[in-house]
T-cell receptor, first 113, second 111 residues
Framework: QKEVEQNSGPLSVPEGAIASLNCTYSDRGSQSFFWYRQYSGKSPELIMSIYSNGDKEDGRFTAQLNKASQYVSLLIRDSQPSDSATYLCAVNPGKSSGDKLTFGTGTRLAVRP | DADVTQTPRNRITKTGKRIMLECSQTKGHDRMYWYRQDPGLGLRLIYYSFDVKDINKGEISDGYSVSRQAQAKFSLSLESAIPNQTALYFC??????????FGPGTRLTVL
């Protein structure tokens, strides 16, 4: 079983819609969670971090964390064509993994004009 | 100026050659990482260093070595490059909080 799982997509949404990206993780002791955006051929860019259950909002982005169900999601409101990219979920399982991040393989988002 | 820089940005080399990829950072972070990215496989950790005297193997360290010359510099070497080491290589840094920040990447092709 992969430690961090994401649907590879592509997830296609029309411009202006809400895009919902999901991620599940296997280590129940995980404490910190991150979303990165990666454009084709470019490096991952950190867009959200979340540490507590619930929602965290930053502009058009909302991260949602549910530790009991072991999932973290990213909502992108008013999606724009410039949001078209691969979104990577990353989890820190904590001391058991040497305090390193484990990345999912990413979900490709395509926003249709 | 970029906080995390990598050189070279692109490199084509031949099987058996020794290659060094360099990473420098101005963020003042103690922790540095080397990843490779292959299509469909995501980011995989090669080596990581939590300070100058602490270097650890990641999940795919075979065929690679590293050197932490200073807090700000972390180099990755391929002693004898082989074609399946063709990939996109990223350096990343993190401070006390475990958010990682990535360099621009090096596209390596081994013929």
């Amino acid at each position: 079983q992969k430690e961090v799982e994401q649907n590879s997509g592509p997830l296609s949404v029309p411009e202006g819609a809400i895009a919902s990206l999901n991620c599940t993780y296997s280590d129940r002791g995980s404490q910190s969670f991150f979303w990165y955006r990666q454009y084709s051929g470019k490096s991952p860019e950190l867009i959200m971090s979340i540490y507590s259950n619930g929602d965290k909002e930053d502009g058009r982005f909302t991260a949602q964390l549910n530790k009991a169900s072991q999932y973290v999601s990213l909502l992108i409101r008013d999606s724009q064509p410039s949001d078209s990219a691969t979104y990577l979920c990353a989890v820190n399982p904590g001391k058991s993994s040497g305090d390193k991040l484990t990345f999912g393989t990413g979900t490709r988002l395509a926003v249709r004009p | 100026d970029a906080d995390v820089t990598q050189t070279p940005r692109n490199r084509i080399t031949k099987t058996g050659k020794r290659i060094m990829l360099e990473c420098s950072q101005t963020k003042g972070h103690d922790r540095m990482y080397w990843y490779r990215q292959d299509p469909g496989l995501g980011l995989r950790l090669i080596y990581y260093s939590f300070d100058v005297k602490d270097i650890n193997k990641g999940e795919i360290s075979d065929g690679y070595s590293v050197s932490r010359q200073a807090q700000a510099k972390f180099s990755l070497s391929l002693e004898s490059a082989i074609p399946n080491q063709t990939a996109l290589y990223f350096c990343a840094t993190s401070g006390k909080v475990d958010e990682q920040f990535f360099g621009p990447g090096t596209r390596l092709t081994v013929l």
